[in-house]
T-cell receptor, first 117, second 112 residues
Framework: GAVVSQHPSRVICKSGTSVKIECRSL??????MFWYRQFPKKSLMLMAT?????????EQGVEKDKFLINHASLTLSTLTVTSAHPEDSSFYIC?????????????FGPGTRLTVL | SQQGEEDPQALSIQEGENATMNCSYK?????LQWYRQNSGRGLVHLIL?????REKHSGRLRVTLDTSKKSSSLLITASRAADTASYFC????????????FGSGTRLQVQP
């Protein structure tokens, strides 16, 4: 299957700093990428849909000014957690979407563990 | 709120036994997928079943789908310690590049 990478895999930062997470589709072009957040022992919750060349679509309750998303190219989307606080500590997972035979296929990155002190 | 609910939330079995996990959803779907996640890791796609399919097999995995009951089950036969992970169902409402809605997950522990 297609490969999606995330960088960094783990980050620890101080409260108030901003953290950028990159999501790359390595061997295919993805006009749409998704960002999910997962708290310990919980399921994945969709944060936003990232569309190449246009503004991201955020889910209800997700602050767009807090979680900045940029999808500058067909292979790269970035999520910036601005002025991070301890409650932002979570596992952030991206996925890149393609369509094959009318079926949406999503390929997930390995995730980024964010810890805000 | 999460569309998908899974039960059991946690399941502990002995190696060699079968593990069955169930998933329910609320809206109409185009397909349903099952994913596996090892602790602290990304998701691995296991199997996809389309809305017009009732059963699908892949190795030791068997998935059923009952659209009238809006439910699906994942059966892992002859489980191994390496099957220990969390398992999630995910649904997509239609065609197009739509996000998946994940169930709450089942944490499976296979005792060697």
């Amino acid at each position: 299957g297609a490969v999606v990478s995330q960088h960094p895999s783990r980050v620890i930062c101080k409260s108030g700093t901003s953290v950028k997470i990159e999501c790359r589709s390595l061997d295919f072009q993805a006009t749409t990428m998704f960002w999910y957040r997962q708290f310990p022992k919980k399921s994945l919750m969709l944060m936003a849909t990232s569309n190449e060349g246009s503004k991201a679509t955020y889910e209800q309750g997700v602050e767009k000014d807090k979680f900045l998303i940029n999808h500058a190219s067909l292979t790269l989307s970035t999520l910036t957690v601005t002025s991070a606080h301890p409650e932002d500590s979570s596992f952030y997972i991206c996925s890149a979407s393609t369509i094959a035979g009318g079926i949406v296929e999503q390929f997930f990155g390995p995730g980024t563990r964010l810890t805000v002190l | 709120s999460q569309q998908g609910e899974e039960d059991p939330q946690a399941l502990s079995i002995q190696e060699g036994e079968n593990a069955t996990m169930n998933c329910s959803y609320k809206t109409s779907i185009n397909n349903l997928q099952w994913y596996r996640q090892n602790s602290g890791r990304g998701l691995v796609h296991l199997i996809l079943i389309r809305s017009n399919e009732r059963e699908k097999h892949s190795g030791r995995l068997r998935v059923t789908l009952d659209t009238s009951k809006k439910s699906s089950s994942l059966l892992i036969t002859a489980s191994r310690a390496a099957d220990t992970a969390s398992y999630f169902c995910a649904t997509a409402k239609g065609t197009g590049r739509r996000a998946l809605t994940f169930g709450s997950g089942t944490r499976l522990q296979v005792q060697p």
